[in-house]
């Protein structure tokens, strides 16, 4: 018997998407008495087949006479071509029976669900292993001194950079106009700050100066790279804001688009006035128009890249489709910061027009 099946068959048709369809088969009473398909179904990945009805209208119209039957599931592959699930069997047998083929999509749903958990698994896992790379102190991985770093002076100043680094947070939350803001405004939207419960001195990989933990809702400063009182401001600015987004706006650090916009708005609100993007080469004296945009977006594609496995171009795009939205919230602070600028103390003395102690 001549199985129709054959790869190919249907290449006249535009190519399908991947996936299942199931069909209604009918039997030509005529001729060979092959089981053929004869009206697709109304999946979304058969909507490729419109012509298959048409196929065998010829014979319909030459007065072949048909037995209508149940469905036959079939598969398209990523090349376009039908793939049977019952090919080179008896011709009785080419329609499965309707609970036989509600089974199989129930099995294979079922599979394609085990695999969607499977990839997020794989996922998370790829996201936990570079956060214990970047702080390896929150994985419960301490980093100690090698020999050749204690043979040369520079190592065992773990505990000497901490004491200090923790002196440096406490004085700047206690001076900082932006670091007060953020104290208020956590408490004003029920998230009060204990400063020894909240913020962690730690060592981190070079390449970052710190970072924002939701878990365990902690604002990790880097002693081994934030070193001096203004940097640990901005430091200290730029995770709060993230902390700000977790109390107030359900921050999902998961979601790439959560995750672009509060890196939108840390960015915009605690880092880059122009002198500071013309230093990180984002900017230049030639070129002023919409630097401050330029440098946001820059820092904050960045910043996506330093803690999410994504490409470059996943991040831009992330960025990019929630930029303006997430550069137009100015809360707590109310103001862009410039530098050598009173705008810090000004957005303190406004802090209660905007409802924040």
Same mark, same amino acid.
């Given at each position: 018997m001549l199985d129709m099946w054959q790869p190919g068959s249907w290449q006249r048709q535009r190519r399908p998407t991947t996936g299942l369809c199931t069909v209604k088969c009918i039997k030509f009473a005529g001729g060979s008495g092959d089981w053929r398909p004869h009206s697709q179904s109304t999946q979304p990945s058969c909507n490729s087949l419109d012509g298959a009805r048409n196929t065998y209208a010829g014979n319909l119209e030459r007065g072949n006479g048909v037995v209508i039957s149940s469905s036959f599931t079939f598969e398209i592959n990523n090349k376009g071509e039908t793939v049977p699930w019952r090919s080179r069997m008896p011709r009785e047998a080419r329609c499965e029976s309707a609970e036989e083929t509600i089974a199989r999509n129930e099995k294979l749903a079922g599979q394609e669900q085990d695999t969607e958990k499977l990839k997020e698994q794989f996922h998370d896992a790829l996201q936990a292993d570079k956060a214990r790379k970047l702080y390896p102190e929150r994985g419960g991985d301490p980093v100690k001194a090698s020999w050749l770093s204690t043979f040369a002076g520079t190592g065992g100043r773990e505990g000497i950079d901490k004491l200090q680094c923790e002196r440096n947070v406490y004085k700047v939350l206690q001076t900082s106009p932006l670091a007060k803001i953020m104290m208020g405004a956590l408490k004003s939207s029920g998230c009060a700050v204990d400063i020894r419960r909240h913020?962690? *001195?730690?060592? *981190?990989?070079?390449? #970052?100066?710190? =970072?924002?933990?939701?878990?365990? %809702?902690? !604002?990790? /400063?880097?002693? %081994?790279? @934030?070193?001096?009182?203004?940097?640990?401001? =901005? !430091?200290?600015?730029?995770?709060? /804001?993230?902390?700000?987004?977790?109390? $107030?706006?359900?921050?999902?650090?998961?979601?790439?688009?959560?995750? @672009?916009?509060?890196?939108? $708005?840390?960015? %915009?609100?605690?880092?880059?006035? +122009?002198?500071?993007? #013309?230093?990180? =080469?984002? @900017?230049? +004296? +030639?070129? /002023?128009k919409n630097q401050h945009q330029n440098c946001v977006r820059k820092r904050a594609v960045a910043s996506v890249l330093a803690v999410r496995n994504a490409s470059q171009e996943e991040a831009e795009a992330a960025v990019d489709s929630v930029f303006w939205k997430c550069y137009n919230d100015l809360e707590p602070i109310g103001r862009r910061i410039r530098r050598n600028s009173d705008n810090m103390y000004q957005a303190y003395r406004d802090r209660i027009s905007l409802g924040y102690d």
């Open positions: 913020f962690s *001195c730690e060592v *981190c990989d070079p390449s #970052v100066t710190g =970072g924002y933990d939701p878990v365990l %809702n902690q !604002v990790v /400063i880097c002693q %081994n790279s @934030a070193r001096s009182k203004g940097f640990i401001q =901005g !430091v200290v600015t730029h995770e709060m /804001i993230h902390m700000f987004d977790y109390c $107030r706006r359900k921050l999902d650090l998961t979601d790439i688009k959560h995750l @672009a916009c509060t890196e939108i $708005r840390a960015a %915009n609100l605690a880092h880059c006035s +122009f002198l500071s993007a #013309v230093t990180q =080469g984002s @900017a230049s +004296f +030639f070129n /002023i």
